[in-house]
């Protein structure tokens, strides 16, 4: 048995995860992410602890714990280098969860962990090489190449959202202009929805928000759109083009087995995947080999417990 | 003793080379490509074994042969599926080279070939993580991930000049718009230097090739901007810029030690190296961790003979 630990800017979310990555028993606790690191810490072995001791378990069947935070890890020394949201600086997660806890500690980004989980018991399952994107307030994405996280050197890899598709195009938080989060995110997509909303007041988006454009969700174009408005039609088709374009990339660049696409966006499901693959097919730039499948991801919010404590499994013992 | 070939639209290159990676003796010959493979790959065979002959060597103490080919292959059948520039459609590479010598043969893409030669024996050396990137005719592009050339699923992967860095931008061979390598190919280069001869008469550019556009080559407006042509500055100042951007998504993708840079554009060193540092530095996502090296690449028109080479010993005899 494995526990994973996702630590996230609103809730501590941990779980008893067995060696098929299935879980066993959850919780969770506020984050209350202005504490000191190690006021957050405590409350994640605390959480750990109760999980145990909820299941009747030794701690001696725990092989390892593994955390997936936000921001930049440095794995093999199991701690956090930055976090933007936590205000993380050199955070050492490892040893300060040891205090609390005789065990293995496998630090890791949270994309990174989602990208695990869904390469061990989700929708990647079976695929050598995979890369799993969230799209949430960025662009997450994790990739797995024979069969383990990819870090690159000094674990700063991954961050496909920051890839520029538009050369002098929109702002994006990182500071450069254009990147694909800045077009494909939720966030984008919510504010492409705002745009036309203004633009279109008697759009169907305007209503469903009773013209309240604060409330414009990601689904709101989605919904209005399947409810037939053109003007939604509009947004969603602009979104999947961005969200297409990055996608070929990510397919000319890795061309893993599968791509799996997360966050709430992704429950769209066909109304989303079916044109998204269409668009890719034709623009990929290998169509003489086996091709690259897309696919919603399926593990949810499970996904980021799962990963943590696939870490262990993963990496072995060993630190 | 490996026996590496580099297949090129015009000439067949061929060289002994040794487990460090030195050439040891090296010949070529024309390709014709309008032949039949059959008689390419006897060509390829016959000079493979004039070199072993002049050589000395007995053909047992030649370990394997590689093949570094335009196009894309199926590394385990040692076939190339396809290759537009030699009308290669699924040709049985490996079965047709071993009617000529009983030795395994290994099947690669040239630009994969040259960045395992950078990686064994060029700049990239002792680097875990690398990827080489060849500014010519396109942009060519290969990933060593754990020091093996990481081919994705079914052999497409590493085509980086084909991601899209503007999006709705120029037209791509490949059929999309704004890949990187209609920005920042010699190609390119080549077209934004004449746009600006057109659009500046008195430019510095016109008088380097007597006022005939046609002779304008990749070094045309580096020559210029070395000798304070303003109006070849911008070119060169724009196509840095546009190569930097395809070199940050790289790194945020994939944080490699090293990015090495091959191709004719790369003979400009510190002038075309020091601007494109400065700019990646200001940019790429990870700046807490470890940096990426920039650096030219080191072996020129060998690196294709050599990685071909190493290939056998990359992946040892067993086919």
Redesign the interface.
Same mark, same amino acid.
């Given at each position: 048995m494995y526990i994973g630990i996702d630590l996230g800017g609103t809730n501590i979310s941990a779980g008893l995860v067995d060696e098929q990555g299935s879980i066993v028993r959850k919780g969770s606790v506020p984050t209350l992410a202005d504490r000191h690191y190690s006021e957050i810490i405590k409350d994640m072995a605390q959480l750990a602890l109760k999980l145990v001791k909820d299941e009747g378990l030794p701690v001696e069947q725990i092989k390892a714990i593994g955390i997936g935070s936000p921001g930049?890890p440095?794995v093999k020394k199991g701690i956090i $280098? =930055?976090a933007n949201n936590l205000r993380f600086n050199n955070v050492p997660m490892r040893m300060e969860m040891q205090k609390y806890m005789d065990l293995p500690v496998h630090v890791e980004n949270d994309a990174n962990c989602a990208a695990l989980a869904e390469a061990v018991a989700g929708v990647c399952k079976g695929? +050598?090489?995979s890369v799993t994107i969230t799209l949430g307030t960025g662009i997450g994405s994790g990739i797995i %190449?024979?069969n383990k996280i =990819? !870090? /690159? =050197?000094? &674990?700063?890899? /991954?961050?496909?959202g920051? $890839? @520029? %598709?538009?050369?002098n195009?929109e702002q994006c938080t &990182?500071? +450069?202009l254009?990147c694909w989060e800045a077009y494909a995110s939720a966030t984008a997509l919510i504010r492409q929805t705002k745009e036309a909303a203004l633009k279109n007041p008697d759009s169907m988006i305007n209503k469903l928000v009773a013209n309240n454009i604060d409330k414009i969700e990601g689904k709101t174009a989605f919904d209005a759109a399947r409810a037939g408005d053109a003007v939604a039609r509009e947004v969603v088709d602009t979104y999947i083009n961005?969200l297409a374009?990055g996608i @070929? !990339?990510v397919i000319? %660049?890795?061309?893993?087995?599968v791509v799996a696409i997360g966050g709430g966006i992704s429950k769209q499901g066909e109304y989303l995947l079916a044109p998204l693959r269409s668009i890719v097919k034709? +623009?990929v =730039?290998?169509k003489?080999?086996?091709q690259?499948k897309i696919e919603a991801a399926l593990l949810g919010n499970d996904a980021g417990i799962i990963g943590a404590a696939m870490l262990g499994r993963e990496m072995g013992t060993e630190i």
């Open positions: 930049t440095d $280098m =930055y695929a +050598r090489h %190449i024979d =990819y !870090n /690159g =050197y000094g &674990c700063g890899a /991954g961050e496909l920051h $890839m @520029v %598709i538009c050369i195009g &990182c500071g +450069r254009g961005y374009e @070929v !990339n000319n %660049i890795f061309k893993p087995e034709k +623009r =730039y290998d003489h080999g086996p690259t």
